[in-house]
């Protein structure tokens, strides 16, 4: 699946891909490309669109806190 997502053929630019938690034994399977597509291995992620949806920004917040602090920002991205 995660050929699939990250072919050439399909998207020819950059990947930021985000997940909510990165098992251990999927890091091991996916190896050096985990480093270079995955923004983020644990987390809340919050999609934040703005602009009548033009453009959007990515929170990744602390699940193990219950203040769901803020840990990364990412964008702003331009919708396609």
Known sequence: ??????????????????TTD?????ELVIGDLIN???RNKHGHV????YDS??????FVLNDLSE????MNHFGPYESR
């Open 46 to 49: 919050v999609v934040r669109v």
């Open 22 to 26: 990165m098992l251990e034994s999927n």
């Open 53 to 58: 949806g033009e453009r959007y920004d990515i």
């Open 1 to 18: 699946m995660l050929q699939r997502i990250t072919s050439e053929n399909l998207y020819p630019g950059a990947w930021d891909l985000f």
């Open 67 to 70: 203040e769901r602090e803020v």
């Open 36 to 38: 270079k597509v995955y």
